[in-house]
């Protein structure tokens, strides 16, 4: 079956991207620390995917996109729009396979997240995040060019990349022999919690699947309540700078299904969350990386399924913060 | 054959302390950034031992030495002395085993040492590190207590332990079909890089396999050029607080047979290490544990053995840096 048979992925398109991202993405490992559990009361494992390759899960998404049609992509090259994250994914992704690739960019991302971007080879042209339409603008860039959009988050392939995270942690939990309650993911257009989500769902059935979004951006969680595509409010503003986005439709339609809800964070959690991750595991989050984790720290957990201390997963969805606001989020 | 058969751990023993670790250390990933293997000419592999419970390396020689005989220190106690990592690696490892330490620590260690060793349920005294005679304190201690002493480098099992840290390198680069020209270790006491070079000369016989002291404590740099132990002068300085120590006799003379020299770095390399790998990497590192991959930035490395760009690989020995200091290295 192609993809063009069914529009939602399903498990074993996950299994897929995961052979093809063998040898390439960074299996991250689950972490934990003893000194943690301890003062939380809950036994918590992260993910951190602050230590994939460009400092995020979203080259995982990036590649299986790219890979997966590498001569399309090779002939037309791509266009991309983000707010960091995907955009060094997607640039990173195409450096490896030999593809051409454009990335509009808010002005206002972190001039880590643009010069990385372009030191990865891809061209980068900025605009206004909340003055301009960038769909208009790549739309425009396509016509012009030929290119193929690959979008940051609302799209098979991206998904399933992402997914790839979901099938990790079940695994390694396998492997070590532990029963997660709940497993939590950062949440801005939703990519990442549909297919990894999906994932956790399939092989550890009894495990909830949670969400996490900043308070002002809890678009997932309004969405899941209504039943129909919520927005932010124009006025929204976060230190989460990669969760700004609003629900796609696939994502939102595969979050449905497997998602029991979305917890959200507020900014100065996300900074305790961010200073933990820095004592406890030696890990440097950025802020909407740090999301999951803030809610996990902060969610009062029922007892366990086995009445015992519960036992929580939260992705670390990345790393790229600037030097001077990460040193100022630490002290 | 036992240790009393035979002072020298081999290849068998670091055998052994992997099987006693397995489940219990994290298997640390191998990581690489594309964009600075660019900017150095090199691929440049991050082994981040960092990321291992209580945030270094030592936490595998302590839990060895412990659960190789634990039947022992649960009734008799220990007694560690260590500037801070050993401290929490044999404070954890104790925990976890159920044995009862006293550690001694200098009083100007990082805080956050301090605060974390006395956290996994140690009992902390403090001495004066440039006066205090900490092998006769330890030896008062173990007078009047019946304590046994866990050295921090210089012992058998504490090399055996340190040593899964060199087999998984060479494990990993296996499965990933890379072969190193260099592997490097921090090298305070020198205890990672007798067992970690005994593994990877024993598995990588054609790695070079390097220390890195910072340039006031090469004390091993200096003992391998004369062939006798040589020490550190009373007034040397470093940022390096996990390195301010002369090598031990067991761990020389096996550094020895092993290593292929030692390379120094100053303060400001350590410094920038630490930057680098915040950006590149998103690890925290402490600054004796950026040592190795600072030498690995500087050092002049020549053409691969296959006259490519070499392959290097550094361990990052530890991040357990005060909040402080690191956001004041990081701007």
């Given at each position: 079956m192609t993809e063009s048979d069914r529009s939602v992925p399903c498990f074993a398109d996950l299994k897929e991207a995961a052979a093809r991202l063998k040898g390439v993405a960074v299996t991250t490992p689950l972490l934990e620390s003893e000194l943690l559990n301890k003062r939380l009361g809950i036994r918590l494992l992260v993910k951190p995917e602050s230590l994939q390759k460009t400092g995020s899960f979203k080259f995982r998404g990036a590649y299986n996109t790219l890979a997966r049609h590498a001569d399309v992509f090779r002939r037309r090259g791509i266009v991309a729009y983000s707010g960091g994250n995907h955009a060094q994914g997607a640039a990173a992704a195409a450096a490896l396979l030999g593809v051409d690739a454009v990335v509009l960019m808010p002005s206002d991302a972190p001039a880590l997240k643009i010069q990385r971007t372009q030191a990865y080879g891809a061209t980068v042209q900025l605009h206004d995040r909340w003055k301009d339409d960038r769909d208009a603008l790549a739309a425009e860039i396509i016509q012009q060019t030929g290119r193929v959009l690959v979008p940051s988050f609302d799209h098979f392939d991206v998904i399933c990349g992402q997914g790839t995270v979901g099938l990790e942690i079940a695994s390694q939990c396998a492997d070590a022999g532990i029963e997660p309650d709940a497993v939590l993911f950062c949440c801005g257009g939703g990519g990442l919690s549909a297919g990894a989500s999906l994932a956790t769902k399939t092989l550890m059935p009894a495990t909830l699947a949670f969400g996490a979004e900043p308070e002002a951006f809890d678009d997932t969680r309004r969405s899941l309540l209504s039943g129909r595509r919520e927005d932010n409010s124009r006025g929204a503003r976060s230190i989460c700078d990669a969760l700004l986005t609003r629900c796609g439709e696939l994502t939102l339609s595969m979050n449905r299904n497997t998602l029991n809800g979305v917890l959200t964070v507020s900014d100065s959690q996300v900074l305790d969350a961010m200073r933990t991750l820095f004592v406890e595991f030696k890990l440097v989050a950025e802020p909407g990386g740090a999301a999951a984790f803030a809610a996990s720290m902060s969610h009062a957990w029922p007892?366990?399924?086995?009445?015992d201390q519960p036992t929580v997963v939260a992705v670390?969805?990345?790393?790229?913060?600037?030097p001077a606001v990460y040193a100022a989020a630490l002290v």
């Amino acid at each position: 079956m192609t993809e063009s048979d069914r529009s939602v992925p399903c498990f074993a398109d996950l299994k897929e991207a995961a052979a093809r991202l063998k040898g390439v993405a960074v299996t991250t490992p689950l972490l934990e620390s003893e000194l943690l559990n301890k003062r939380l009361g809950i036994r918590l494992l992260v993910k951190p995917e602050s230590l994939q390759k460009t400092g995020s899960f979203k080259f995982r998404g990036a590649y299986n996109t790219l890979a997966r049609h590498a001569d399309v992509f090779r002939r037309r090259g791509i266009v991309a729009y983000s707010g960091g994250n995907h955009a060094q994914g997607a640039a990173a992704a195409a450096a490896l396979l030999g593809v051409d690739a454009v990335v509009l960019m808010p002005s206002d991302a972190p001039a880590l997240k643009i010069q990385r971007t372009q030191a990865y080879g891809a061209t980068v042209q900025l605009h206004d995040r909340w003055k301009d339409d960038r769909d208009a603008l790549a739309a425009e860039i396509i016509q012009q060019t030929g290119r193929v959009l690959v979008p940051s988050f609302d799209h098979f392939d991206v998904i399933c990349g992402q997914g790839t995270v979901g099938l990790e942690i079940a695994s390694q939990c396998a492997d070590a022999g532990i029963e997660p309650d709940a497993v939590l993911f950062c949440c801005g257009g939703g990519g990442l919690s549909a297919g990894a989500s999906l994932a956790t769902k399939t092989l550890m059935p009894a495990t909830l699947a949670f969400g996490a979004e900043p308070e002002a951006f809890d678009d997932t969680r309004r969405s899941l309540l209504s039943g129909r595509r919520e927005d932010n409010s124009r006025g929204a503003r976060s230190i989460c700078d990669a969760l700004l986005t609003r629900c796609g439709e696939l994502t939102l339609s595969m979050n449905r299904n497997t998602l029991n809800g979305v917890l959200t964070v507020s900014d100065s959690q996300v900074l305790d969350a961010m200073r933990t991750l820095f004592v406890e595991f030696k890990l440097v989050a950025e802020p909407g990386g740090a999301a999951a984790f803030a809610a996990s720290m902060s969610h009062a957990w029922p007892r366990s399924r086995k009445n015992d201390q519960p036992t929580v997963v939260a992705v670390v969805s990345g790393g790229n913060v600037e030097p001077a606001v990460y040193a100022a989020a630490l002290v």
